[in-house]
Nanobody, 115 residues
């Protein structure tokens, strides 16, 4: 059974950094595309970034140059390094895996950017 578990969220001041982690199980992690999404209060969930099995990455425009997605296949873990955080980055961040057309989500980790 597919499981993804996010961690690493917290309260950070504007301009600060956080690194989110997502540990996955139940599938062959090294061949999987992994995605991060976020959902801000009162807004729809939006895609943030993805990384392919080959390490190719892509980002939503609002985080380009500030966020970096990476993976460690030996640890079945995908990371989201977030720098230069802004108040508008405040959201619950979710790790995502799609398998056979089914979306698998974790419970998310809350990131709050505030002074």
């Amino acid at each position: 059974q597919v499981h993804v578990v996010e961690s690493g969220g917290g309260l950070v001041q504007p301009g600060g950094s956080l690194r989110l982690s997502c540990v996955a199980s139940g599938f062959t992690f090294s061949t999987a595309i992994m995605r991060w999404y976020r959902q801000a209060p009162g807004k729809e969930r939006e895609w943030v970034a993805h990384i392919t099995s080959a390490g190719a990455t892509n980002y939503v425009d609002s985080v380009k140059g500030r966020f970096t997605i990476s993976r460690d296949n030996a640890k079945n873990t995908v990371y989201l390094q977030m720098n230069s955080l802004k108040p508008e980055d405040t959201a619950v961040y979710y790790c995502n895996k799609v398998m056979y057309g089914i979306n698998y989500w974790g419970k998310g980790t809350l990131v709050t950017v505030s002074s």
